[in-house]
């Protein structure tokens, strides 16, 4: 079957332009947070040591990922571009990213591949020369005429590390406007890997805040995807996002009523380290602190990703971005100490966790 074809955007359609800004605005302003349904952290509790036998000036949390060295496993997650505010909110947080030693990501680039005259609001690298750079595409949008070219293009525009394909089914399925043709993508997402391989171009999948099943990691690991971004439920509810967004009363019923679907990002990330024990795990989805983060690396991933945070520093300076996340690699660093860990990999090689 022919996929449908790339839907023509103007500068002034409010699918790449009014929503994004909608997205921003509902984010900063609204509780768009899960009901019912957490991260699964608030479960597990380090256990203390007293006598760590440790300099706590001595303790590292650098880690490495594709090839990059990063100072704390913190990334500041895919949000965000395509308008204005969105440029300079994607300014401010590669200027922070750089400054502080960790890693970005760039929101949905669909904008930037439709209407080149906003693909300079993705375009950070000149701010952030080292930091490890993710570029950004809907995984759907396969099946509406992208192909490795668009996903290529994507990273050539942003001068990008690697690629992230997210995959938003839920959130598609309850926007008026969503793309919402999941049939047959494995296939397509496995084609771009093969292609975007053969030039040296990870692929990174990524949920958006509703997790991934085992099913999911062992199905996207075998089509050659790089890393997963696990982005379980708990934190951001995407619905909740959309149920904000819509004028539609129907439409805003039916979104609310998803406020505690998804996979914890717990469940997620025990999954992705089950299903696709060889691929690097990132964890995002409702992580609140550098505690979060240090749990989320005890429990086998690279490095923890967060938005909200974010987004609400770069609202106020590319000072507020750095302080959040010093405040974060901190916290991190005082979590490894207590728990008797010099690195990283020494947390992830010992039973570091009580389960409450």
Not at 33 to 46: A, D, N, S, V
Request: with cysteine; net charge neutral; hydrophobic share 45%.
């Amino acid at each position: 079957m022919k996929p449908p074809s790339m839907p023509e955007v103007t500068p002034d359609d409010p699918r790449t332009v009014s929503r994004k800004d909608d997205h921003i605005r509902i984010n900063l302003e609204k509780d768009v947070q899960f009901r019912g349904l957490t991260t699964g952290l608030e479960r597990y509790r380090f256990q203390h040591t007293a006598l760590p036998e440790l300099n706590l000036a001595d303790v590292s949390i650098a880690t490495r990922l594709f090839n990059k060295t990063l100072a704390a496993p913190i990334l500041i997650s895919s949000m965000t571009g395509g308008t204005p505010r969105a440029h300079q909110i994607n300014r401010t947080l590669a200027l922070g990213a750089q400054a502080a030693g960790v890693a970005m990501g760039l929101g949905s680039m669909r904008a930037a591949i439709e209407r080149p005259d906003t693909a300079h609001t993705f375009q950070v690298r000149a701010e952030a020369p080292d930091v490890l750079l993710f570029a950004n595409l809907g995984a759907v949008q396969l099946n509406y005429g992208y192909t490795a070219e668009q996903c290529r293009r994507a990273v050539a525009v942003a001068g990008a590390d690697a690629l992230i394909l997210h995959f938003n089914a839920l959130q598609e399925a309850v926007q008026p406007e969503g793309n919402t043709n999941f049939a047959g993508l494995l296939k397509k997402v496995e084609a771009v890997c093969q292609s975007l391989a053969a030039e040296n171009i990870l692929v990174v999948a990524k949920e958006v805040g509703w997790g991934f099943s085992k099913d999911d990691c062992r199905r996207l690991a075998e089509a050659g995807i790089s890393a997963i971004d696990v982005a379980g439920a708990g934190g951001t509810s995407w619905s909740q996002v959309e149920m904000h967004r819509t004028q539609n009363a129907s439409n805003a019923r039916v979104a609310a009523a998803f406020v505690s679907w998804g996979i914890s990002t717990v469940e997620a990330i025990l999954n992705a380290r089950e299903a696709a024990p060889q691929l690097p795990v990132i964890a995002s989805g409702g992580l609140r602190d550098g505690i979060d983060i240090a749990k989320c690396l005890a429990l086998g991933a690279v490095m923890g990703g967060m938005a909200g945070p974010f987004l609400k520093a770069a609202d106020q300076s590319v000072e507020a971005v750095v302080e959040t996340v010093h405040e974060l690699s901190r916290e991190i660093r005082i979590a490894l100490f207590a728990a008797a860990c010099k690195d990283i990999a020494t947390l992830q090689s010992k039973p570091v966790l009580v389960v409450s």
